[in-house]
Every structure is written in structure tokens, then in C-alpha cells.
């Protein structure tokens, strides 16, 4: 009998899996045995500070172990943290921490099977074929940026050729390219070449020229190989962990590997997706993008986590936890407050619990889940469990293809950050940016409004300033860019970067 | 019993072995059962150009099957292609060919288990450090390049911060960078950590500032906690072959790691090195650097490849062939030319064998190794394996520490290029450039003649011009450039690029 061992080998502390070709291997085989779990999602408040995590990978570690305590077999799936990010010291690694930990964290952390480091070759690759094809009149504008997975603030703005064309570039962070939106949205490593083909690398005479006009695509699958498998790790408790794709919620897409998830959901009987930074990007990112447009499941249920001091330390900003509560279980997810408590705060849990009854949320979770792990857990989860297990499957949400770009961000402004539509702003040059936008992909035979809309924002903030007072918040729309292969549009809001490429601290 | 058994895991399809554990345990235990194997040199002509390889590695898998097969215990240490050359159809792999094939030569030629990509983090991620002691005031100018894998002309010449700063830079190819040469001449992490700690980030106030002043170590060495050790893979007919470190003899030290040859050569008897481009590149660096100054074994036998048409199609250059044979016969290293045939050739064998007599050559290895592999060797080993077998072990060579940098270059040139010393020419600049070096090295509290002479140039020309009769060629001395970590100094001669960036073609 062929099962997932057929399509798993051993690489090095980890394991590594052909999901494709196991999904597919079900899929030709719809007699063959598989489960057939249920997604919920791990989301956050919205962090005080991008370098500031409420512990959600902690809390996804701690959610699989108690859940495997009680019988249920469920596995976990993480991004792939950026290595960049974690060596320069500039935030913590992203693998859980004390009693919730995986196995070996510093793999995790640390570069994992070379994933990341193939992607930069690809998406480098690429332009350099680009680069090529100006030299052979194919071309005269480049639009797909150079990566890099180390931060580097002077790489936002460079120029290469410098001393003779001088042509201004920018050096984007590896896990943001599209080549890895493409990798997280594609089931099949023909999809991945049919949408490395579609990408724009830039205009001939202000016309759209795609890579699959003048590069071989077995030279990027090949390159991506061995990176299009997810890995598998597991806690030290034993639950499986598989992590595939990267983060960067805020300037991305921020989501696993679709293929992960869906490989996970025929392995086990709950699947845990971690969706970070907070609701309004990792979550929001989850149900607008991948479920909405790209087929990934519905959850049927989410967690929310946040830290007892970012909850209502900050008073201003203290809006923010039950909005997002609110906004999930407004969408029919039985949704769950969890309060991961930090040395010293036990003796909170009363007035912790108070206040969420006040809300009107479900009983909240709560638990130091660095110190004590899963089994804090264990006890306080038959309301989720049950949630879980008799809730039915959920529908299919409908889709946003078609919207007016402008529209769609009115419709995340309203319903994930709580904007409404009088309130979005243009910054003066969007207007001109959509138009060119719209240009191009006229000129490439796509529409702009079948794109995928992905907010491009700080991860701190929802609006232009969390802070004012609800009826005086506004989202001010900057600027748009394409990515045609993964089937994207990025607008930039609010206080977002232009370009996302953060410095070293 | 501890075995190599278990410093291994699977990582996919080949294997990676904790070589400095390995060895540090044979050090600590010096009855601990292993063997004693003696080195052979495969290198070659000098290329008529940098693409057209004369089939080194091809030889290298016949060869070492051809030893197996004769009952004697043979293994090969490659270097690892670089994928960015040849993902972009700039070159063929480096992975043999025909019947001299590896099984999986698509692994090593597409980026292995993620080693280069690791060091490309690493690096850049020093240059970030450095821009942040900019940033602090520890530093002014920063002399160490960003690295890419893939090849990209526009990338010699580049600005950061463009449109502020225009801070001038160059970026180089991954595998010649100074971190891939202290990964290739260290024995253990500590060494590593410690080279790394003596690289000059720059200066301040013209005097040179190490990255041990300002960088946490660890988390360079973090990185490269994988990539440190051998991958092993084997030939189709199953000879080992280990393959680790970075390629390129032309611009940088182009040997495979240290301690991946010796931990082959304590596990088989024949351990065979490929040394490339040509024997002026390749075998002059391990001779001189690997072997001279940082204790590499001395080979017991060479053998130089080159192909029928290199040899003799070209009269001009023509003696370059039997240069390359009598230099290393000079140095007591038996010497075989084997000639490697293409398809077509099989009646020039005669005409070959009555060259090579009338040069004085032993009796040349001839095949076509691609059609045949190790089959075709396995009877004209004779000769071969009896210089192997019954030569003394070698004596150690004289380190050239202390001499200065012009009279080592004017040695090698000699030497190894067939030019003596008052026909090696100073471009202007260079003088200047050799006292800033020399200055800088003071600054550092270390003595430019303690540093190992690499020459950078063309992979396709010892001298300024090849063609020229004997008398006229000379070498031209063009500019220096230390790497104070990993105890080098290159000296760019005659033709070199002066960035070690191809354009991809």
C-alpha cells in the first residue's frame, strides 16, 4: 500500500515530503485512505511592535500537544521564519518556546533545508535573464526587484551598473518576492511554472513582457526542487509539525504553503495554521486570499492570542483584541480568546476573565504557556473541541474576482480594520498608480480587477492611526504593484514601507 | 565501535557527514581503526576557453571507478558547481557525463543541500553587521562585498543607498568570496569562528576594523551549521565521491575543503582531488596554497587531462600541454596525460601515443571517457597505480611565509606560468596598491608576507598573451586585495576581471 512514507525522506534532523506528489497521488487514487481534518486557525492581537510576538507559534505548539493529549490527532503548520530577520539578531526566532517547543528549534530558525536560500537564486535568476533580455532589445524596463535574505537598509534604493547605466533597483527580503507568493499558492510543479511564465518581468515600449517569452522555466524548477517540499518536525511532546513558506504577513501574503495545509488535512484530524503577525494580516491574509481566491479551506475555528499587557496595558489602542474577536466569529468561526500569561501575571486570571465576559467573548484560555505547555491547555478545551467536532464543514466563501481594486481595499478597510469606505483616502499619486497598473495588465491580457487584492501595511498599526478616536480613523491608499504570476495586487496603506527591507538593529 | 556511520544522515538523496566531528574524534582517538590514503591530483590543460572544460570530472568518476574496479579502495572529493553558472545555461554542470556519471548529478549542480545559498547569507549578513558599526560610529569603510550566487554583469559595479549616500559597491559570486575560502581552509567551527573573527570589515580613520570587533560570531557560524559539512554521493557503478566547497581556481583558491579530503583519504586508500581550470589554476593552488601553507597532503601521482583538439589544433598554443606535464614531474609527482576523447576520435589514439613519446611523456591514459567511463582506464592503470603504491609517502613542502608578496608572484610566474621574473611587469597602480595593502595589514596588526599569493586570473591564459613566442610573454601585476580572515592575498594578473561577476550568456 503506498502511503505518506512513500513520499518522505530523511534530511538530516528533519524530514522532508513530496506533497505534491502525494496529492496527487490521492487524487488519482480517490479510494486511497486519507482524513480529511479540519483547518483552525492561530491569529493574534495586533503587536505593540512588529519585534514583539503575543506567542502565537507558542501558542500552536501548546494547542497540538494538549490536543494530542486528548486523543485528537492534530498537527501544527508554521512558516518558515526568516533566517535574516532571526541571525541579525533583530527578532527572536519563530519555533515556540520552553514547555511548547519543537524538537530542534535552530533548524527551524536557522535557514531550515536551504528553502529560502533557493528562492533568492531563482527570483536573482530571473532578473538576470531579464537583464539578458534587455541586451537582446526584449526588453527595456526591468519590474521584478533583486532579493536578498539578509536586512539591509541601504539595499532599498540601489543602482546597479553604477558608473555607466546607472538603472535604480531595489533589493526586496527573499521570503516577500513573488516567487514565493507563487511558491505558497501553487498546488503542482507545472502550476509553478505556468505562473513563473505569467510573471512581468518588465516592458518593451511600455508593453508588459512576461518571463515565459524568454526564459526556460526548467532552469527555476530546477532550482526549486527540493525547496516546493514542506519539512516535518515535530514538538517535544511529539506532535507533528510540518513547515513550508514564508512569513511576512504585513508585506506579503504570510501563509504556509497551500499544499501544506492540504497535505496536513489528509494526514490528521485538525490542522493548526498559524496566522501572523495579528487578525488584520495573518488571518485577514488567510481568509481574503487563500480561501477566498485560492481554494484553501475555511476554518472552523480560530484562536486568538494576545498578551495580558497588550490587551489593556495601552488604553488607546485596547479597541483592537475584541474587534478581532468579533470580526471571526461575525464570519461564523467559532472563535476563542487565549491570554498567554508571562512570569507574574498568574494572579490576573480573574479580572482577565471578567473582562473577556464583559466582551461577550467565549471563555477565554489562559495559561503561561512558555512555562507550563500543553498541558495548561488540556483542561480548558472543551468548548474549542466541541466547536470543532460538531460544527459541520464549512462553506465556500465567495469570491472577490471582479471587484474594483479600489473596492476590494474599501471592503478590507470596513471589515478588517473597522475603516469605513467614507474614510479610505487616496494619497495624492494612487490614483495614477492604479491607472498604470491597470495599463499593464491590459498589456499583458490580464485584468487588474481578477487580481487578488494584498494589503501591504505595518504590522503595528490598521489604520493611519490606531490610536484617534474610532469615528476620525482613516486607511490611506499609496500605491499599487503587480504580481501577475502569483495572481496578486499589492496596495500599499497607511504607514507601510515602500519597500520591504527592513534594517538591522 | 564509533564508524563515519555515525557522523552521517541522509539529507535526500545523498548523505552529509559531520567531517570535523569525524576528524576531532580520529584526533582524540589515535587507535581508533582508519586509513592512510594517499592524494592524486586530476587536473588539466589550460582551456582554450572558461566553458569548454576537457572533461576533469568526467575523468575523475572513470578513474576512481576504474581503481575499484581493480580491487584497489578509491574515492573522489569534487567541488560543488555553482549553480548560478550553470542554472543559467552559462556552463554544463560539473557532474561528469556519459558512463562516468554521478547518480544524481542533477543534486549537485542544482544547489546540493543548500550550502552556497547558506554562505551567500553569511556573508551579506557580515556586510549588514558592518553597516550598522557604520551606523555606530566603529567603522567608515566597509571592504567586504555583498556575494550572489547567480551571475549578473550589472552587479560589478553597483550603489547603496542611491539617491542618498551612493555608497559605491561591487557584489561577487557566492563561491569566491572570503567566507567560502575560510570554509574551505579551516578544520573545525572554532577555526571558522576564528578566521571569521579576523576578517577586515573595513576601516576607521584608514586603519583596519575585524568583524571580531563588532559582530556576535555565532551567528555566523548559526548559518552555517549545515554547510560545513561533506556531502557524499557516489558514481553510477558506486564509488564514493564527496563532494563540499566552493569552485572557481581562476578567481579565488578553487580546492575543495580541507577536511573533506582528509576525512576521504582516513576512509579510503586512493583519494583522487579534481584541480580545475587548468594545472596553472587549479593544481598550482593546491600545491601552493592548500599544500605549502596550510598542510594539505602533497598528491603521490597527478594526472592532466586534455582533450585531442586542445593539445594540437592550436599551434601557438601547443606548448602549454607539456608545460603543465613537466612542472608537476618536476616536483617528483608522477605525472600521466591521459587524453580524453570525443566521439569521432578513436584513430588519433596512435598519433597521440607518438606525441606524448616524442615529448617524454609516461605513456598517456587515452579513452572516451564519456562513451566507455571506467572501463576504458582499468587496463592502462598499470603504471599509475605502481608509482601510487610503491612512492614513498611525500616529504612536506616548503611554506613561502615571509616572502615577499612581489618575489612569491614573481615565483609563481615562473613556476607555474613559465615566466621569469624580469619579464613580470607592475602595472601602474599596483605598487601603490601593494603599500595600501601592506598599510593595512599593519593596521591589523598583521605582516602582508604571511599572507597566501593567490593569483586571480583568466582560467584561459597564464601570461599576458599566451600566443607570444617564449621569450616575449610576460606577466602584468595589476592590483591586490587581502583577506586577512582566511590568510590570503590575491594579486589580480594579466587579463583578470577585476570583480569576479560573469554576465550570464
Redesign the interface.
Known amino acids: 500500500m503506498t502511503t505518506i512514507e512513500d513520499f518522505t ?5 528533519v524530514q ?1 515530503i513530496d506533497a505534491f506528489g502525494y496529492m496527487k497521488y490521492l487524487t488519482e487514487n480517490p479510494d486511497a485512505p486519507c482524513k480529511h481534518g479540519k483547518v483552525v486557525l492561530v491569529t493574534a492581537d495586533t503587536p505593540l511592535k512588529a519585534s514583539r510576538g503575543e506567542g502565537k507559534t507558542t501558542t500552536t505548539i501548546a494547542l497540538i500537544d494538549a490536543l494530542n493529549k486528548r486523543g485528537i490527532d492534530a498537527a501544527a503548520v508554521l512558516r518558515q521564519p526568516s ?2 530577520i532571526t ?3 533583530s527578532k527572536g526566532g519563530a519555533s515556540g518556546g520552553g514547555k511548547a517547543s519543537l524538537t530542534h528549534p ?1 533548524l527551524i530558525d ?2 531550515l ?6 528562492i ?2 531563482a527570483q ?2 530571473l ?3 531579464a ?2 533580455a534587455i541586451d537582446e532589445g526584449k526588453l527595456d524596463t526591468i519590474l521584478v526587484p ?1 532579493v ?8 532599498r ?12 533597483e531595489k533589493v526586496v527580503l527573499t521570503p516577500t518576492c513573488e516567487l514565493m507568493q507563487i511558491m505558497v499558492l501553487s498546488r503542482s510543479m507545472d502550476e509553478i511554472s505556468e505562473r513563473v511564465s505569467k510573471m512581468i518581468a518588465g516592458t518593451k515600449d511600455g508593453k508588459a513582457v512576461t518571463f515565459g517569452e524568454f526564459v ?1 522555466l526548467w ?1 527555476i524548477t ?2 526549486l ?2 525547496a516546493v517540499k514542506p519539512a516535518k518536525t515535530e514538538t517535544v511532546n511529539g506532535s507533528p509539525v510540518y513547515v513550508h513558506g514564508g512569513p511576512f504577513a504585513n508585506v506579503s501574503i504570510g501563509i504556509p504553503t497551500l499544499v501544506s495545509v492540504e497535505m496536513a488535512c489528509a494526514l490528521h484530524d485538525v490542522v493548526v495554521v498559524e496566522a501572523g503577525y495579528g487578525t488584520d494580516a495573518g488571518a485577514q491574509k488567510w481568509l481574503d486570499i487563500a480561501c477566498r481566491e485560492y481554494g484553501a479551506q475555511w476554518p472552523s475555528a480560530a484562536i486568538v492570542v494576545t498578551r495580558a499587557s497588550t490587551w489593556r496595558d495601552d488604553p488607546e489602542l485596547a479597541w483592537r483584541y475584541p474587534f478581532h474577536v468579533q470580526r471571526l466569529e461575525n464570519l461564523d468561526i467559532p472563535t476563542f480568546p487565549l491570554i498567554n500569561l508571562w512570569e507574574g501575571e498568574d494572579d490576573q486570571v480573574p479580572s482577565l476573565q471578567a473582562t473577556a465576559d464583559e466582551l461577550g467573548f467565549r471563555t477565554p484560555i489562559v495559561g503561561n504557556l512558555f512555562r507550563d505547555g500543553g498541558e495548561a491547555l488540556v483542561p480548558q478545551l472543551d468548548g474549542f473541541v466541541d466547536a470543532l467536532q460538531n460544527g459541520s464543514m464549512p462553506a465556500e466563501p465567495h469570491s472577490h474576482k471582479g471587484m474594483a481594486l479600489t473596492e476590494n481595499a474599501k471592503w478590507v478597510a470596513e471589515n478588517a480594520y473597522g475603516v469605513p469606505a467614507e474614510r479610505v483616502i487616496y494619497k495624492p499619486g494612487f490614483t495614477e498608480s492604479v491607472s498604470k497598473a491597470m495599463e499593464l495588465c491590459q498589456s499583458a491580457g490580464i485584468s487588474l480587477d481578477n487580481l487578488t487584492f494584498v494589503a501591504v501595511k505595518s504590522p503595528a498599526t490598521m489604520t493611519d492611526n490606531d490610536r484617534a478616536p474610532e469615528e476620525e480613523r482613516t486607511v490611506t491608499l499609496k500605491k499599487v504593484e503587480v504580481h501577475a504570476g502569483a495572481g496578486l495586487v499589492h496596495v500599499n496603506l497607511t504607514t507601510s514601507l515602500t519597500t520591504p527591507m527592513p534594517k ?2
Request: aromatic residues 6%; contains cysteine; hydrophobic residues 35%.
Open positions: 525522506s530523511q534530511y538530516g534532523l522532508k533566517m535574516g541571525a541579525a539578531g535552530e536557522w535557514g533545508c536551504g528553502e529560502m536560500g533557493a533568492e537564486a536573482n535568476l532578473v538576470s535573464f537583464e539578458k533583486r536578498s535574505e539578509v536586512p539591509s537598509r541601504s539595499l534604493s540601489t543602482a546597479v551598473d553604477y558608473g555607466k547605466g546607472n538603472v535604480p526556460d532552469r530546477g532550482i526542487a527540493d538591522i538593529v
